[in-house]
């Protein structure tokens, strides 16, 4: 019985080294690999071909000189920012009004940007407690700070 399975063993050692030979030393071209390889294989199209197809995908094709020239003039003229026109406005404080009320009022002139931002400013810097009635004269150029502090003298 020992002599049978050391036969056996034996021989699926000599079965496995033949195998791994055939599996290095076989040539890896066979059909498929061909057909496949053949389908892989790729085309450089053409500058015009590629420029075609760029222009029919609504994308701008420049020569090397003509996006020179384009950085250069964006170069030397800087994009200077647009001055927003100052805006003026005479809030008239009366009893009776909120912080939201005035905030509100002041987003409708064009003062401030954001209403609840401008309130919530007045009531952590608890000057909606001190608002004191009157006509103020602002502008959009004046920050939170100076807005509360004219309005709370």
Do not use: W
Not at 113 to 125: C, K, V
Request: hydrophobic share 35%; glycine share 4%.
């Amino acid at each position: 019985m020992k002599q049978v399975i050391r036969g056996f063993a034996t021989a699926l050692l000599l079965a496995g080294i033949c195998m791994l030979a055939f599996h290095f030393t076989e040539n890896p071209k066979t059909e498929e690999t061909a057909t496949a390889s053949a389908a892989v294989e790729t085309v450089k199209p053409s500058i015009d071909n590629m420029k075609k197809e760029l222009e029919e995908n609504d994308y701008h094709v420049l020569t090397k000189k003509d996006y020179d020239q384009l950085k250069d003039a964006q170069e030397k003229t800087p994009e200077q920012p647009e001055k927003e026109e100052q805006k003026t406005f005479t809030l008239k404080l009366e009893t009776g009004m909120t912080s939201e009320d005035v905030a509100s009022a002041l987003q409708k002139a064009s003062i401030i940007e954001d209403a609840s931002a401008f309130r919530t400013y007045l009531d952590i810097t608890e000057a909606s407690e001190s608002l004191q009635v009157g006509n103020y004269q602002l502008s959009s150029d004046m920050g939170y700070d100076d807005i509360a502090k004219l309005m709370t003298k």
